[in-house]
């Protein structure tokens, strides 16, 4: 009778194999099964991204337009900062700041630092990119913030995810682009808007997320409907191909992975690697 090992001599071929071997054949034993309403939901971190970037460029184009006062960015930017300082202590009850112990001073004292900074070094700002041809720099801010979106974190555990990366480039981007605006001012506001709505954004959009689901569903919504709005005041044809996208990240895709799921078909069973699962630790003494 054959037996599976390779220690002994048997009048079989080694490549060979009996009925019996398939009997601890299993599929699927590690597979995850999706629910489409769960993955239209993880959805929405995507959808969010997509539209700041959405919203970042079209203000830039206001302000290039002369369409949009930096006065006026700067004020609304404030007042969605302060309204978003206060949603973000509310969502947890503050349990989150007593945890970090970090006090609303620091906070303040860090963001009196960035502006104090930010608008000392704006004329520098303004004039980095004066030898770079325009359509470098446009081309130099699309390869950016389309890196931003890649290593973007959106909760998956994946090598290819770097936060530091993300913002960074999307920094980037919007240094290039402030760059091109007529006076310092604007490039002061630029930056400045780009970091409330790459950096700050991000991490309200995640406590709600985990805080209030229901809350951020309404504010994914709300906030595609206003980027919608605003590019389709700039462009009508983009704003439908913009909304053909979100409507194919946030329902088709999820249903595209929920019908390949049935198609899955992983294979376990003797011929997997060896797992030593017993307690080797003693030979170590």
């Not at 060979?16 to 995850?32: G, S, T």
């Not at 130099?140 to 993300?166: E, P, Q, R, W």
């Amino acid at each position: 009778r054959w037996q599976k090992v390779l220690y002994e001599r048997q009048p079989f071929p080694d490549n060979y194999v009996d009925q019996r071997f398939l009997e601890e054949l299993r599929k699927n034993v590690h597979a995850r099964r999706y629910r489409y309403r769960a993955v239209v939901f993880q959805s929405g971190a995507v959808v969010q991204q997509l539209c700041s970037v959405c919203v970042f460029v079209v203000t830039w184009w206001y302000m290039d337009a002369g369409m949009l006062s930096p006065q006026g960015l700067f004020g609304a930017a404030l007042v969605s900062s302060l309204l978003g300082y206060l949603l973000f202590d509310a969502v947890d009850g503050g349990a989150g700041r007593r945890e970090s112990g970090r006090t609303r001073w620091a906070d303040l004292k860090s963001t009196l630092v960035f502006a104090a900074f930010t608008y000392g070094f704006s004329p520098v700002l303004k004039t980095l990119t004066e030898s770079i041809s325009t359509d470098t720099i446009y081309a130099m801010s699309a390869l950016m913030l389309l890196g931003h979106l890649i290593f973007f974190d959106y909760g998956a555990n994946a090598a290819i995810v770097s936060s530091t990366l993300s913002l960074n480039m999307a920094i980037f981007a919007s240094v290039c682009l402030a760059s091109r605006l007529p006076r310092s001012l604007h490039a002061f506001v630029m930056v400045t808007f780009a970091m409330q709505i790459f950096a700050l954004w991000p991490m309200l959009q995640k406590k709600l997320k985990a805080r209030t689901p229901r809350c951020y569903v309404g504010v994914t919504v709300l906030f595609a409907l206003a980027a919608l709005a605003g590019l389709a005041t700039v462009s009508s044809v983009g704003a439908v191909l913009f909304a053909s996208l979100l409507l194919a990240i946030s329902c088709l895709c999820p249903y595209c992975l929920i019908r390949l799921q049935l198609l899955k078909d992983n294979i376990h069973g003797p011929w997997d690697e060896a797992e030593i699962k017993e307690d080797l630790s003693r030979f170590l003494m």
